[in-house]
Structures are given as structure tokens and as C-alpha cells.
């Protein structure tokens, strides 16, 4: 399973990044609007800024929606570098825009899929990457990470290609279920990539080695 962090956070990306285990990185308007970013120039900076950290797959999200508007901002997008992923909502429209960038050889991530029904329509179009949202779903009293399990049973039946980019992770433990499910990637907070490494027994032995260590100096 790869490893995306979600977010637009520079610091975070290369903090990341420096682990060595970071194959790309997802991106929303929200996200975006947290690091203050304002204006068309900067937007793009900044997901040029990311790219040139990560050299690997990045999710840039359209705010058209329709199907003309999706392509014509996803074409900006796609021209400023060749690993952005054009990111679009799972909506008539963008279903059509997702359609027309495979056809014309641009990635894509569908977004704000939340059920299985959604997956396979992206999955139709040609999409790169669908992005059913865990949390969200855990959030709603459902179980996002059975809804993962359908999506990969889906399409491993079918053959689909579209990767299942397991999305709205909020804990280690998300990121762990995907991974027994069949999630081809995971976009995590950098909290929860941190996360995976907790095991108290790990302090605890830790701290005995080298307390043991310090007794043979
Ligand atoms: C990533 O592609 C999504 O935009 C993101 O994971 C949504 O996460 P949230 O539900 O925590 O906002």
C-alpha cells in the first residue's frame, strides 16, 4: 500500500517526505485554505512548491463545476507539473471531466465518493484514483473502511484498474484496516503516519536497552 499525506502543509510534507516512505501527497480547497494561500498565482506556487518536494503523485482540486470549467481549470493544473493529479468531485459533471482527462492522457483522483455505487462510476470513467472518505463515513454511525472492502472486492471482480485511495483518515488504526482491506494508498494526516510507530513496549524496551547499554560503557 502507498502513502500519501493529506495535506498542503510545506512543513509537514517535508517532514514526511524525510522518512523515506512518502509516495505522494492529496491536497482539498480546505486544506489549501488553512496554509493562507489567496489568489491564482499563489495557489499554483504552491502546489509547484509541493511538487518540487515530493517528486511523486499530487492531488490538486478543481472548484468548477462544470464539465467545461472542471477541464479548463484541470488543464492549469495538469501544465504545472507532470506528477499533479487533477483532482475532481464525484458530481455528473466531473464524471464527464474525469472521462475527457483519461481520454486526453491526464490523471485524475475522483473525490467525495462515499459509496460503492460512485466508485464504480469513477472507476468507468477512467479514473487514476477514487477517494471514498473513511472518516467521514465512521462519522456518519457507517464503517468506512467496509465500504474500502466492497470498493476493492468491486473491483478486483471487474478488473477495474482505478486505484482505491483510502481517504478522511483519522487515526493509525484507519490506516492499518486499509491496508488489510486492499487499499492501493492511503492519504493520512501526518499525525496518524506518526502514529504507526507507538507501541509503549517499544519505549519500555527502549529505555532498557540503553539504560543496560549504559552499564557496560
Ligand atoms: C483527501 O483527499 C480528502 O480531501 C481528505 O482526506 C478529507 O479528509 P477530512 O474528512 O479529514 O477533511
Given at each position: 500500500?502507498?502513502?500519501?499525506?493529506?495535506?498542503a502543509?510545506?512543513d509537514q510534507i517535508?517532514?514526511a517526505?524525510d522518512?523515506?516512505i512518502?509516495?505522494g501527497?492529496t491536497t482539498?480547497?480546505?486544506?489549501?485554505a488553512?496554509?493562507?494561500i489567496?489568489?491564482?498565482e499563489a495557489?499554483?506556487?504552491h502546489?509547484?512548491?509541493i511538487?518540487?518536494?515530493v517528486h511523486?503523485p499530487?492531488s490538486?482540486e478543481?472548484?468548477s463545476?462544470?464539465?467545461?470549467?472542471?477541464?479548463e481549470?484541470?488543464?492549469?493544473?495538469a501544465?504545472?507539473?507532470?506528477n499533479i493529479?487533477v483532482?475532481?468531485?464525484?458530481?455528473?459533471?466531473?464524471?464527464?471531466?474525469?472521462k475527457w482527462?483519461t481520454?486526453?492522457?491526464?490523471?485524475?483522483?475522483c473525490?467525495l465518493?462515499?459509496s460503492?455505487?460512485?466508485?464504480?462510476l469513477?472507476?468507468?470513467?477512467?479514473a487514476?484514483?477514487?477517494?471514498?472518505?473513511i472518516?467521514r463515513i465512521?462519522?456518519?454511525?457507517w464503517d468506512?473502511?467496509e465500504?474500502?472492502a466492497q470498493?476493492?472486492?468491486i473491483?478486483?471482480a471487474q478488473?477495474f484498474?482505478t486505484?482505491?485511495?483510502a481517504?478522511?483518515?483519522?487515526?493509525?488504526?484507519h490506516?492499518?484496516r486499509?491496508?488489510?482491506?486492499?487499499?492501493?494508498v492511503?492519504t493520512?494526516?501526518l499525525s496518524?503516519i506518526l502514529g504507526?510507530?507507538?507501541?509503549?513496549?517499544?519505549d519500555?524496551g527502549?529505555a532498557?536497552f540503553?539504560?543496560?547499554a549504559?552499564?557496560?560503557a
Amino acid at each position: 500500500m502507498k502513502f500519501f499525506i493529506d495535506t498542503a502543509n510545506l512543513d509537514q510534507i517535508r517532514e514526511a517526505n524525510d522518512l523515506g516512505i512518502l509516495d505522494g501527497v492529496t491536497t482539498n480547497p480546505s486544506l489549501m485554505a488553512k496554509e493562507g494561500i489567496k489568489g491564482t498565482e499563489a495557489i499554483l506556487k504552491h502546489y509547484k512548491d509541493i511538487c518540487d518536494i515530493v517528486h511523486a503523485p499530487v492531488s490538486a482540486e478543481v472548484i468548477s463545476t462544470d464539465f467545461a470549467g472542471i477541464v479548463e481549470e484541470g488543464k492549469k493544473l495538469a501544465a504545472i507539473d507532470p506528477n499533479i493529479v487533477v483532482k475532481v468531485p464525484m458530481i455528473k459533471e466531473g464524471i464527464k471531466a474525469i472521462k475527457w482527462f483519461t481520454d486526453n492522457g491526464i490523471k485524475t483522483n475522483c473525490t467525495l465518493v462515499f459509496s460503492a455505487g460512485q466508485a464504480i462510476l469513477a472507476a468507468k470513467a477512467g479514473a487514476t484514483y477514487v477517494s471514498p472518505f473513511i472518516g467521514r463515513i465512521d462519522d456518519s454511525s457507517w464503517d468506512g473502511v467496509e465500504l474500502i472492502a466492497q470498493i476493492s472486492h468491486i473491483y478486483r471482480a471487474q478488473g477495474f484498474e482505478t486505484q482505491i485511495l483510502a481517504a478522511s483518515i483519522r487515526n493509525a488504526l484507519h490506516i492499518v484496516r486499509c491496508a488489510e482491506v486492499g487499499a492501493d494508498v492511503c492519504t493520512c494526516p501526518l499525525s496518524s503516519i506518526l502514529g504507526l510507530l507507538k507501541h509503549p513496549l517499544t519505549d519500555l524496551g527502549l529505555a532498557q536497552f540503553l539504560a543496560d547499554a549504559k552499564g557496560m560503557a
